[in-house]
């Protein structure tokens, strides 16, 4: 028997590190691009592409079709003026790109109608002991409750209320506090609890007055009396009134007249001058307001780009694409039982995760910095070349730049943690959802922890801040804007100290690792 | 120059509280081993340790003087084909095997040549490009055993090498590690195949429940259990005179003659007086035409040591 050294096989030469950290890549870069779990990475990357391409398709359609109906000069659209009437607009600017007209209604009171109270003289006076009030269309909304805050009575020659205090009777209340006897006790201040209110049909409240008189006048103080919405009044109901309680007369019959539709004609006439478009709207024939604004806002085109690559792009696209590319390099391996053939390979396991990082790294730079420089150039697609010039000759190519190394960086950071978090855990839901909730609530950390966040330096990358309403709840704002932006330099280094403090868990990860399938 | 082996040192090793190996001590020399125990005795998890798939919770490992933490210079020298039966599913098996011979650092064009040879021995050509999940059971073990040889390894490990291949690719492969384990190369392999076990290995390590019951050479191995008596059996022309004269031995304990008379089978419990008593018959004039071992094997080895019969 010949004994025999550990030599490498003939042939070979002991391979440079660096030729298996592309090796490996190479061939991780099938599954990083490939794989069926790929695809719904671009997807997120794609995603807001396709939503300013609809939006720039949009844009150039509109703007094909109302140069072929008219364009006008921009002079004569800044010309106009609100109180112009619609046939000195039409002479002057000549025929709109659209003509559009309409007419409103609204619902208003009729002029002299007593607001919420109605008071109903009846003539001739008649005798009555009881006085009855039937309900027969509750509100002029839905609404089917009747609410009665006080029923008066007034006699021929008395100036008193005679049903003040006098015994009540009425369909049930919808709350026991909220009786018949409430209509009738002198008050309608005292809210809810001051009314007379049924659900019942039919609703009736009747008084006895206790004794016949002669009675000439009758007052309704209805729900907006009370301070309630003035569409809850009464909308039709009569009166009716009775000697002896049994036979009934109708004296008062009221509707909803002491309301009237109040209708107005509108007309938009819509002019373009080439890059602006004017609605300039019509009331009555009278120009009552004028909205000119160009066809595409670039400005704000470039505020919305900011939005979407900041709240979408990095809190979402990025980081559930790298959960999906990253995960998977070792927990695919371990779910596929392929990782021992990782594990045979005559490299260190450094080399190894450095050559599934790069391929992952390549995969999602190549996506997600791809994605967002695509997104960027559809969102300028349609926009006006004057503008365009201006801003590439400004801060445009700076723009691009740095929206290109925050996609990049993010795919770097986010990308180390995923590859960490799949070494060392199994399932990917906990990881995610753990740093999801790290970088959510990155605004209310102290300063120190707030350096511990990928998104802490990638915002403070993005070029343009992202778009805030002002009066968005206070924990929305704590929650998206960014805690204290570093300097870009601070915040590139930052990133790459993070990203490099993650790896070195995942080399301690890996070298300790081991192929245990059936554990999965 | 002393011989490279493969060395345990008190390894043990537990999946959680399931032991796998327990305080295992070897020292495996050049040629072939076998490792033989019943189904979950451990044999896998050895061959884990050595290539540091697993790592031992306690003890030390060296393989050929390498530490199996050391892939980058261990799996150079090493060739595992594993039980496991998924190859990654981008793998033809060219790809598959090439792919390995480029992380061994060997240029494209003589990886795809030693692919070739190495698919080629194991009858894989005409399946070589296609996809490793289609093929079948069998194929996959070939292009496993193909990787696992391509590189000219010194120290092999082998899961059940042998399963699902056909006689002659067997009588081939056989031949390649005998001839390997003449070059002084380690070649371990396991099989419950005991008679294959048998013709094939030098040496062998019993496993069972975890622990090494008995190493080395069968017959060395045979020699030292002492509690079952040694068989022969021997062919002569006179088998019931041969008997009558070995009765009267007091370390013979049983003998069992042929229905042709031409041969017996006979126990004794001390080998070397044993063959001074069979010496003094044959001068004696008795015709004896042979003597053979009848439990110098992995068989009667496993019966007696790991069945407990």
Request: with cysteine; net charge neutral; proline share 5%.
């Amino acid at each position: 028997m010949i004994p025999v050294t550990n030599t490498p096989a003939p042939g070979t030469q002991h391979p440079r590190r660096a030729a298996q950290i592309w090796t490996i890549a190479r061939i991780e870069l099938r599954r990083a691009f490939l794989s069926k779990r790929a695809f719904w990475v671009y997807g997120l990357a794609l995603l807001p592409s396709l939503i300013f391409l609809g939006h720039g398709i949009e844009a150039k359609v509109r703007r094909e079709r109302l140069s072929a109906r008219s364009v006008i000069p921009p002079e004569l659209l800044d010309g106009t003026r609100e109180g112009e009437s619609v046939e000195a607009v039409l002479n002057r600017l000549g025929t709109p790109a659209r003509d559009d007209q309409w007419s409103s209604r609204r619902r208003i009171r009729a002029a002299g109608g007593t607001t919420n109270i109605t008071s109903h003289a009846i003539e001739p006076a008649a005798d009555a002991r009881f006085v009855r009030l039937n309900i027969i269309r509750p509100t002029y909304v839905g609404d089917q409750t009747a609410r009665i805050y006080e029923f008066e009575v007034y006699g021929a020659d008395r100036p008193d209320n005679l049903a003040l205090m006098r015994p009540a009777a009425g369909s049930a209340p919808c709350h026991p506090d909220q009786g018949p006897e409430k209509a009738f006790n002198g008050s309608d201040s005292g809210g809810k609890s001051d009314r007379w209110c049924t659900h019942q049909w039919d609703a009736f409240l009747q008084v006895d007055l206790g004794a016949v008189f002669e009675v000439r006048r009758f007052v309704v103080r209805h729900a907006g009396a009370g301070g309630e919405s003035e569409d809850l009044d009464t909308r039709e109901f009569n009166i009716q009134v009775s000697r002896d309680g049994k036979t009934f007369s109708t004296v008062v019959r009221e509707s909803g007249a002491r309301f009237v539709d109040e209708r107005t004609s509108h007309r938009m006439l819509v002019y373009f001058d080439g890059r602006r478009v004017g609605n300039l709207v019509f009331d009555n024939g009278v120009l009552a307001s004028r909205g000119i604004r160009p066809l595409l806002d670039f400005a704000e085109d470039r505020q919305i780009f900011a939005g979407v690559f900041q709240y979408f792009y990095l809190r979402l696209a990025i980081f559930f694409g790298c959960l999906g590319i990253f995960m998977n390099l070792f927990r695919g391996e371990m779910l596929d039982r392929t990782l021992h053939f990782w594990f045979l390979v005559p490299a260190r396991r450094e080399i190894l995760l450095a050559g599934k990082y790069g391929a992952g790294l390549i995969a999602s730079t190549a996506i997600f910095a791809g994605g967002a420089l695509l997104c960027f150039a559809v969102m300028m697609w349609p926009q006006d070349p004057v503008e365009l010039q201006v801003y590439w000759q400004g801060a445009g190519m700076a723009h691009a730049f740095w929206y290109t190394v925050a996609a990049a960086l993010g795919c770097i950071g986010y990308g180390s943690v995923f590859l960490a978090a799949g070494l060392l855990l199994r399932n990917p839901i906990i990881p995610a959802a753990l740093l999801l909730a790290w970088e959510s609530i990155n605004g209310f950390l102290p300063e120190i922890l707030q350096k511990l966040s990928i998104l802490y330096y990638l915002q403070s990358l993005c070029p343009v801040p992202a778009p805030m309403e002002k009066d968005a709840p206070a924990i929305i704002q704590l929650l998206l804007l960014p805690a204290a932006p570093a300097s870009r330099l601070g915040a590139v280094l930052g990133l790459l100290g993070v990203t490099a403090l993650v790896l070195w868990v995942a080399c301690i990860a890996i070298r300790r690792m081991q192929v245990s399938y059936t554990a999965e | 120059m002393s011989v490279p082996a493969v060395v345990f040192d008190e390894v043990s090793k537990f999946y959680g509280e399931v032991l796998g190996v327990n305080r295992v001590t070897l020292n495996i020399p050049p040629g072939i081993t076998a490792l033989v125990g019943p189904n979950g005795s451990g044999k896998t998890t050895l061959m884990n340790l050595m290539t540091g798939l697993i790592h031992p919770d306690h003890g030390s490992i060296r393989m050929r003087g390498i530490s199996p933490r050391d892939p980058e210079h261990l799996m150079r020298i090493t060739g595992y084909a594993t039980q496991y039966d998924s190859a990654p599913r981008w793998a033809t098996g060219f790809s598959f095997v090439t792919t390995g011979l480029l992380l061994f650092g060997y240029g494209r064009a003589e990886a795809e040549e030693k692919a070739w040879k190495a698919l080629e021995r194991l009858s894989l050509t005409e399946a070589a490009h296609r996809k490793v999940a289609a093929y079948s059971k069998g194929m996959r073990q070939r292009v496993r055993l193909a990787q696992a040889t391509a590189h000219d390894p010194e120290l092999l490990v082998l899961d059940e090498p042998l399963n699902g291949l056909d006689p002659l690719v067997r009588a081939e492969t056989i031949a390649l590690f005998r001839t390997w384990a003449a070059e002084g190369r380690h070649v371990i392999l396991s099989s419950h195949v005991l008679q294959e076990v048998d013709v094939l290995s030098d040496q062998v390590i019993l496993i069972a429940n975890g622990m090494v019951v008995a190493e080395g050479e069968i017959r060395n191995v045979r020699e030292e259990i002492h509690e079952h008596p040694s068989q022969f059996i021997i062919r002569c022309r006179d088998a019931s005179r041969v008997a009558s004269l070995l009765f009267g031995e007091d370390h013979v304990t049983e003998i069992k003659l042929n229905d042709d008379q031409s041969g017996l089978l006979v126990m004794t419990r001390n080998r070397e007086r044993f063959s001074r008593a069979l010496s003094r018959i044959a001068l004696n004039g008795h015709g004896i035409d042979g003597v053979i071992p009848a439990d110098e094997n992995v068989d009667a080895l496993y019966e007696y040591l790991i069945s407990g019969k």
